[in-house]
């Protein structure tokens, strides 16, 4: 457990730090003076200042941060002042957090991909020179109160069979269940080696006939030649960007229009214990993990809500439609304050949905 609560803090500060490093650099970049740059959260351990800037480490471990001169909109402070900067230059350094982190995903698929790692998204014909494929569907987590957790499942487990036929992938698997709702099936399971037997009676839900296990293709290896990488990682980034987008519109529509938190939305410690099942299943997967959670960070921030820096961009946007005339600072910063208190009331509320989840 220990482990696994590490490497979670590592990955959420990884790409919570290449975010703030994507403001960062841009600002650098559009004369915008950067006041501190920090590791972790405060109170502050330690720091020291370098060209007008402080780097600083601190006590929480979690994340990271970045502050510009004049980001909640003092125009007093100069030229190197972000308000006092064009349109095009605050929307290069609003939007840079959001460009990193979508190049982090890029560059992580092109490392994974030179490691034998299969395709996310895309169907691996469309890329592999030579694909060994398991027979074989490998459950990747599996939900609390489901009944592949009252069958007790695990993650890692192959999925060999349902009741003698062969499951060589999750389409199949899924065909094989389509029609057993409320019945008692038998799973042939692949667990440590050793072959295991197991029952389970799925359930019929809006997403039709499940055991409540997230499953995937297993995929031992998948050869790419070299100078297709970039390219192959390119195409898998805007598959996942897509994806992604798809959705968090989803979970926007389910947030407004059920007025309750969707099964789906996931807080730190949700993404904690994600993180816990994925250790278990080898480096290329916490890869993909990392990738995921990098592009999720980065469309989330996307999204026109007052005190993302999506909102934020939407200020820059009504500016320029409004031949330049600036938006009040005063009602600018109200309601990026509203939005920041609903989000961090809404980040409350998911992750006591999360502890529940866990007593």
């Known amino acids: 457990m220990f482990i696994a609560i590490l490497v979670f803090i590592i990955i959420f500060t990884l790409v919570i730090l290449v975010h703030e490093l994507g403001h960062f650099y841009f600002a650098k970049r559009n004369g915008v003076r950067v006041e501190e740059f920090g590791m972790g959260m ?4 330690w720091g020291i200042k370098y060209k007008g800037t402080i780097y600083s480490i601190n006590w929480i471990p979690f994340g990271g941060f970045v502050r510009l001169h004049g980001e909640n909109g003092d125009e007093k402070g100069g030229k190197h002042s972000l308000a006092n900067k064009s ?11 959001i460009l990193m982190n979508i190049l982090l995903a890029w560059v992580l698929l092109m490392i994974g991909f030179w490691l034998s790692m299969p395709p996310m998204v895309g169907p691996v014909e469309d890329y592999a020179a030579e694909a060994q494929v398991q027979g074989k569907v490998v459950v990747l987590q599996v939900a609390d109160k489901s009944p592949a957790a009252a069958a007790q499942l695990r993650a890692g487990d192959y ?19 389509a029609d057993q709702a409320d019945k008692t099936i038998k799973l042939g399971i692949e667990r440590g080696g050793e072959p295991v037997a197991v029952s389970v009676k799925p359930t019929l839900t809006s997403d039709g006939v499940v055991i409540g296990a997230w499953i995937d293709r297993a995929i031992q290896q998948v050869h790419y030649a070299w100078w297709q990488v970039p390219w192959i990682a390119l195409q898998e980034t805007w598959r996942i960007i897509w994806l992604v ?12 229009t059920t007025a309750s938190l969707p099964a789906e939305l996931a807080g730190p410690v ?3 214990r994600i ?18 959670l990098s592009i999720n960070l980065g469309i ?17 946007g009504l500016e320029v439609l409004r031949g330049g005339r600036k938006i009040s600072q005063q009602v600018e910063g109200m309601v990026h304050t509203i939005g920041f208190v609903l989000l961090m ?15």
């Open 270 to 272: 949700g993404i904690a």
């Open 300 to 316: 989330l921030n996307l999204v026109p809500f007052p005190g993302l820096d999506g909102g934020r961009l939407l200020f820059v």
């Open 275 to 292: 993180t816990a099942d994925l250790v278990q299943l080898g480096a290329l997967r916490m890869l993909q993990f990392v990738i995921f």
């Open 87 to 97: 349109a095009g230059a605050r929307f290069w350094v609003l939007g840079g957090g």
């Open 245 to 256: 987008v798809m959705a968090v519109v989803g979970l926007i529509y389910k947030l407004f």
């Open 159 to 177: 999925i060999l069979s349902v009741d003698g036929v062969a499951a060589g992938s999750p389409t199949v698997f899924k065909s094989l269940i």
């Open 345 to 359: 009331a809404l980040i409350v509320a998911v992750t006591y949905k999360d502890i529940l989840k866990l007593i």
């Open 42 to 45: 405060p109170p502050k351990i």
